[in-house]
């Protein structure tokens, strides 16, 4: 799985990219390089830090994503494509594979 960042205005912000077996797996988050002015009115630390820990894990429990990190203290969700972190939430876009 595969997804792009947006925020909720459409704006691409970065991406997510996710393995799994089964319901567990690993997933790291990639933000769009910083150009102009793009980024200049978006909360992105949380995401930013993420990006910083590398590698999290995730379980998917009945169409909710969980992730979580010993790095960080409040629970990450992903539920019906809307990501939230931080109490900060920004849509998921899946893309294809193939």
Known sequence: MSF???????RLLGFLLMTNQGPYGE????????????????NLDALQELQTIGKLRFIISKDVIHIRHPKISELIIIENNLLTVQEQ???L?????G
């Open 27 to 42: 997933c790291i988050f990639r933000l769009s390089p910083k150009k102009s002015n793009i980024f200049e009115n978006e």
């Open 89 to 91: 939430a920004y849509q």
């Open 93 to 97: 876009v899946e893309l294809n594979e």
């Open 4 to 10: 792009a960042i947006q925020n909720l205005e459409g």
